[in-house]
């Protein structure tokens, strides 16, 4: 251990404008400054009896190893590595195994199931001789995770794939947080499965993904779950073909062929797990569904109301009549029919903006309101365990948006999962109502700010959550701030999000890449670096930089955080350089 | 009656007039038109067509083939399909030149003197089925009625119709300068990105690219005799334009009606030179570099130096030599005061010369342009230039105002032509956060985000005298690029720099609320033609026009 702590820093101190590309940075890594170039004949041996999408995950490997052909982010591409990757010697192999002996699972199992034990951690070892490299984990969830890591070492230069930094150790690399994610609203503008499948994968080469602890009846049950967010219907379209409810995509979608047909929501859950990543779907309620109306107007209240400013927050007004008995059944069935579609233990019953002037102004609630003899929170309350209930019933995670804890008086189980997105600072105030939480805050990690205006006839209108959130402004977010130390474990992770109002599948790339890796490695490597010394955006932007080139090389329109130059010259553009 | 009753029904739902910039004089009707199957583009009595207007007319067809727009309705156009299918057909638009004697090519007059082109043109498309004209004095005028002619069809089940039949339109533009500025240096650009780029100004008669070609972190032009300035300050010898690509990306806008205005920025954002000439460089790669220039790395042309002004004269005179255009702008921005106290050479050369600073910058700047003028080139400065320094400036030198819109009645006063470039109305790039490293609270030094409508209510003839407004030439939307690269280039330019095109072209006095609905048109039509605009706004909005807005 010495010896190796001792190379790194003699290392560093020789090449201080060497970075490397590992994103997120391993908990724990050692590595070297010796060169090792791949063999032409490099190959990736699975020493057990794996699943297929483990073994297509080794195949999406080694193409990566064959086709990102990255040169390194220095003056002069590495072309004074010339000499050193001549003499380097060649890895023949990288030999993956499990140390576990029990039957391995799907990638796409560990991802979805609630499994006691089972991990994201993975070992990786590169000797810096040439011998053959290891990989080890006690999941083949972990293993895609190490090949992840293993896929980031690597640098082209006339031809020949090497790295630089061998030999690597890393023992038992574990993400910080379980719950690292992404969200994309698919409603306001529609997105095709193919932008959706082409997200996933940028998702994995950054380890998104979520794991969440669950405690059910006293005892601790430990579930490892990946996190795409899907925020799929909203007021504005309704893109969700869901068993039992044609009718709501027949009338909601934006056309026919802006929809998600089950066979879609399928191949996309499939798509993802496979790559790690859960698919935790969301159906807004009871607020954001004027589209509902569309094929079900009985069931919306205020809808299309005008002024729409005074029914809602973004045009079209429309919520779901809450008090309204027939609404209550016609929701739960609703969001039971496709939450038993999933194989996620999560469901997201949303539950943010409520418009109560919009019930006030509608008859048909204050009727209803006056024959049960509820308020309007209580029919909240009544509407919202009705809801939930279909979702237990099917033994899915209610998750839900942080008004329904902070604002409304509802009656939540503590295992509910709380999402924090109006301001950071109201984390601590759900953890004091002793909840689980999930960081959403849109004053770090909503990728839409910043963009101006998007209702009409409003020119010197601006984005409600000005400025623009940097990855810089993200990756200084705290996860545990203000928590007291008995609060710190209601963590579960956090992610970025993609509101669409100003999105379309033309810009999806290049707003959400690279800086969505931001909060990966904020959540997956915690607070300090591999040697101890506290995370920073120094050593972070050449290695995001890093991130950014290979994202582009696979095919994914990252946009370029600063002029080519300052990703070539490590700190040259710092504000204090 | 009835007929009549359920045709201005209909017109409440018809889509906006999607015309981009609006005529400046027009008529329309709503009567249902549709494109025959043999629908043909021809050319009357214009003998020997150049073959860029021949070009233009096979790629308006292609357009009105492959489009296939559907309006933005909600039922994106269904209710329409009974009037279409009883719609007269279509068969023919004629153009002709109204002009005698002979004929120049739309690349010809795309390049000529920017106060004396002539871009109008008179379309009209009876209801009837009978043919259309398209009139124009210039293949360039032809070339912009074709471009509108293409905007105004929809795609309903493989048929091309207009609900809006009969057209009349008599169209010039306000103003003869309509840009763009794309920056090619912080990030680079292939020719495949700038020649989408250029279609997609076409397609909004924009009619000038501004190519900001270099800068202080990269030098990607290839220039005859000084070619090792691309070869050691290109980013790699894959980004570099050849004087090949020069010639063809030149080729390629003049088609469109678009000329290319080059741009070598100096004295100051220079600071690459010093790689192949490091003599005529000072504060190179200074530090701490926010005291040597707004932006790293730090290095500009030692103004003061003869040896150094004769390399910049002679380099300009080069560079000017691969483009056709008669503007060429020697930039003039930014320039960093400490950055020459601090450089010995600098000030021995002034000492030597018994000179000011600025005294030196007027020489320095009297020389580049003397030798643009040589080889007929008239210079385009930033408004530093006009503003900041005693400098003697030709008086048909035009000015770039960038820094504020509140500088232009100083600008006119001094009785400068002018373009506007405002970074308060129309940089693209502000919004994007800081980009500069270890700044984490850093935002972008123009925040906000300079919005479409923002700038389409921009008013080009504020605070001007009556006398002053002739100073205008028109105006420009900007891309720096230190947040952009080919991989945001379409989202984060269009549709926005399409405001300022019908600012620019239509005229001050727009409504936001009636653009909207029309922008979204462009936005939706340039998707079709490849070009990865933003959305504006959710779908929803896009096809219900006016139940976003604010106080709906």
């Avoid at chain 1, 001789?129 to 293993?150: E, V």
């Avoid at chain 2, 009105?64 to 057909?89: E, M, N, V, W, Y």
């Avoid at chain 2, 850093?442 to 504020?462: E, H, L, M, R, V």
Wanted: hydrophobic residues 40%; proline residues 6%; negative net charge.
């Amino acid at each position: 251990m010495l010896q190796l702590a001792t190379i790194l820093l003699v290392g560093a101190a020789l090449f201080p404008n060497e970075v490397l590309g590992l994103w997120p940075i391993p908990r724990n890594l050692q590595l070297g400054t010796t060169f090792v170039k791949l063999a032409p004949t490099f190959d990736i041996t699975v020493s057990f009896n794996a699943p297929q999408d483990l073994l297509d995950a080794v195949t999406r490997t080694k193409e990566y190893l064959q086709t990102d052909k990255l040169e390194r982010l220095i003056v002069g591409r590495g072309t004074n590595d010339s000499a050193a990757v001549g003499q380097a010697p060649s890895l023949h192999g990288l030999t993956i195994s499990l140390l576990t002996s029990t039957a391995p699972r799907a990638i796409a199992e560990e991802a979805v199931l609630p499994i006691v034990t089972r991990s994201e951690g993975y070992s990786l070892t590169i000797p810096g001789d040439g011998s053959t490299a290891t990989l080890t984990a006690n999941s083949t969830l972990g293993l895609f995770r190490g090949l992840t890591t293993f896929g980031q070492l690597w640098y082209d230069l006339t031809g020949v794939t090497y790295t630089y930094q061998a030999p690597v150790k890393i023992v038992n690399d574990i993400p910080a947080f379980p719950y690292r994610g992404f969200m994309l609203d698919t409603a306001r503008n529609f997105f095709s499965v193919d932008d959706i499948k082409r997200t996933l994968d940028a998702m994995s080469w950054v380890k998104v993904s979520l794991r969440v602890i669950f405690s059910c009846s006293g005892s601790e049950d430990i579930a490892q779950i990946n996190t795409f967010h899907w925020h799929v219907v909203d007021s504005q379209s309704f893109p969700l073909d869901i068993p039992g409810f044609p009718e709501l995509a027949g009338k909601g979608a934006y056309s026919s062929s802006e929809t998600y047909s089950t066979a879609d929501v399928k191949d996309i859950v499939t798509y993802a797990g496979a790559r790690g990543i859960d698919v935790l779907m969301e159906i807004d309620t009871p607020g954001h569904t004027a589209v509902i109306a569309a094929s079900h107007p009985e069931h919306i209240a205020c809808s299309q109301s005008s002024p729409w400013t005074d029914f809602a927050n973004e045009p079209p007004a429309g919520q779901l009549r809450l008090a309204s008995a027939a609404t209550t059944n016609f929701t739960s069935q609703l969001i039971s029919s496709i939450a038993g579609t999933l194989p996620s233990s999560l469901f997201s019953t949303g539950g943010d903006e409520l418009n109560t002037n919009c019930y006030a102004k509608d008859a048909q609630t204050q009727a209803d309101l006056a024959s049960s003899g509820r308020t309007l929170e209580q029919a909240l309350s009544v509407f919202v365990q009705a809801t939930h209930k279909s979702l237990t019933d099917l033994g899915k995670t209610p998750v839900v948006w942080e008004e329904m804890v902070l604002e409304h008086t509802v009656a939540l189980p503590q295992n509910t999962v709380v999402m924090v997105w109006i301001s950071s600072k109201n984390a601590a105030s759900v953890a004091a109502k002793n909840y689980r939480i999930v960081h959403a805050p849109s004053d770090y990690f909503y990728l839409d700010c910043g963009a101006g205006e998007w209702l009409g006839k409003d020119p010197t209108g601006n984005s409600w959550c000005d400025p623009f959130k940097t990855w810089q402004k993200s990756y200084t977010f705290d996860p545990l701030a203000s928590l007291t130390t008995a609060q710190k474990p209601l963590v579960l992770g956090g992610q970025q999000l993609l509101w669409t109002e100003q999105s379309s599948p033309e810009n999806l790339d290049s707003i959400v890449w690279p800086r969505a890796a931001s909060s990966a490695e904020v959540f997956w490597t915690g607070a300090t670096l591999p040697d101890g010394t506290a995370r920073n955006v120094a050593s972070a932007l050449p290695r995001l930089h890093d991130v950014r080139y290979r994202m582009v090389r696979r095919g994914v329109r990252a946009i370029a955080l600063q002029p080519h130059f300052c990703a070539l010259r490590p700190g040259v553009c710092d504000l204090t350089s | 009656m009835l007929p009549a009753i359920a045709l201005s029904v209909l017109l409440t739902v018809t889509p906006a007039f999607a015309l981009w910039p609006l005529p400046r004089e027009y008529s329309t009707g709503n009567t249902p038109l549709r494109l025959s199957s043999s629908f043909s583009i021809k050319l009357s009595g214009i003998s020997q067509a150049p073959s860029d207007l021949k070009a233009a007319v096979s790629r308006t067809s292609t357009y009105l083939r492959k489009d296939k727009l559907q309006a933005l309705l909600p039922d994106r156009g269904a209710s329409s399909a009974s009037a279409i299918r009883g719609a007269k057909s279509l068969s023919s638009l004629t153009l002709s030149l109204t002009t005698k004697g002979p004929v120049k090519s739309i690349s010809e007059e795309a390049v000529a003197d920017i106060e004396s082109r002539v871009e109008g043109y008179t379309l009209t498309i009876p209801a009837d089925g009978s043919g259309a004209s398209l009139k124009a004095n210039s293949t360039l005028g032809l070339f912009r009625g074709l471009t509108t002619f293409s905007q105004l069809w929809y795609d309903w089940d493989g048929t091309t119709y207009t609900l809006q039949a009969p057209f009349n339109i008599v169209d010039s533009p306000a103003y003869p300068y309509r840009g763009l500025m794309l920056d090619t240096a912080r990030n680079y650009f292939p020719v495949a990105d700038i020649k989408r780029t250029l279609d997609a100004m076409s397609w909004v008669k924009l009619n000038t690219f501004h190519w900001h070609v270099v800068d202080s972190q990269s030098f990607p032009l290839v220039v005859p005799g000084y070619t090792e300035l691309a070869e050691h300050g290109a980013y790699s010898a894959d980004m570099v334009y050849s004087q090949n690509d020069v010639k063809d990306i030149v080729a390629y806008a003049a088609a469109r009606g678009i000329d290319v205005m080059p741009e070598i920025d100096t004295p100051g954002h220079t600071a690459i030179i010093a790689r192949s000439h490091p003599e005529h460089i000072a504060c190179f790669e200074a530090s701490p570099w926010t005291s040597f220039a707004n932006e790293p790395p730090t290095g500009q042309l030692r103004l003061a130096s003869s040896a150094t002004t004769n390399f910049t004269t002679d380099l300009l005179k080069s560079v000017a030599s691969l483009f056709k255009s008669k503007l060429f702008s020697t930039g003039g921005d930014e320039l960093n005061a400490n950055c020459y106290t601090q450089d010995k050479e600098t000030q021995a050369d002034l000492a030597a010369q018994h000179k000011t600073l600025e005294q030196a910058l007027d020489t320095f700047t009297q020389a580049t342009h003397a030798g643009l003028r040589e080889v007929g080139k008239r210079a385009v400065v930033w408004e530093e230039m006009v503003l900041d320094h005693s400098v003697t400036l030709a008086n048909n030198t035009i000015a770039l105002v960038w820094i504020s819109s509140d500088h232009v009645s100083a600008v006119a006063e001094k009785g400068y032509k002018l373009v506007h470039a405002a970074s308060d109305y129309f940089y693209l790039d502000c919004g994007g956060g800081g980009w500069v490293g270890q700044n984490v609270l850093g935002n972008s030094w123009c925040d906000p985000f300079k919005t479409w409508q923002k700038a389409y209510s921009f008013n080009p003839i504020a605070n001007l005298t009556e006398e002053q407004s002739k100073l205008v030439l028109g105006g420009q939307h900007l891309l720096w690029t230190e947040q952009s690269s080919p991989s945001n280039l379409d989202p984060i330019v269009w549709p926005r720099a399409a405001s300022a095109a019908e600012v620019f072209w239509s005229g001050p006095g727009g409504n936001v609320g009636m653009a909207l609905p029309r922008l979204h048109d462009v936005s939706f039509r340039f998707n079709q033609r490849g070009v990865k605009t933003i959305a504006l706004q959710p779908l929803y909005c896009a096809l219900r026009p006016g139940k976003c807005d604010l106080q709906a």
